[in-house]
């Protein structure tokens, strides 16, 4: 599996870099859903709370992609990995901007 994540192609740069948000993303979805079901009171007088959260976690949730990035770059000297890295996290900035402007 670690000989998988050591080379230096694009398609290893764009999984890693869709998939460790997606992750994440999961993680804190699944933590606010949970402090949501054991106090429900929070969405008393802020019934748009769920749409203002998610654009919020899709922010947080492309912070590994950084270290990832530099890493992939910086320590392993892989450029095409780097810009698979790159390009994904490029699609999940698009995917903060539809969830910021369409939601």
């Known amino acids: 599996m670690m000989d998988k994540l050591r080379r230096d192609s694009y398609g290893v740069g764009i999984g890693l870099g869709l998939l460790l948000p997606a992750v ?3 993680i804190l979805y699944g933590i606010f859903a949970i402090v949501l079901h054991y106090n429900p009171q929070m969405l008393v007088n802020k019934p748009n709370l769920i749409e203002v959260i998610v654009p919020d976690f899709i922010l947080l949730a492309m912070i ?4 990832l ?14 810009r698979g890295i ?7 900035a698009i995917a903060f901007l539809a969830a910021q402007f369409l939601m």
């Not at 590994?64 to 270290?67: A, D, R």
């Not at 790159?86 to 999940?92: P, Y």
């Open 86 to 92: 790159i390009g994904a996290t490029l699609v999940w």
């Open 24 to 26: 994440l993303f999961g």
């Open 64 to 67: 590994p992609n950084l270290f």
């Open 69 to 82: 990035l530099r890493y992939y770059l910086l320590k392993l000297k892989f450029d095409k990995t780097g």
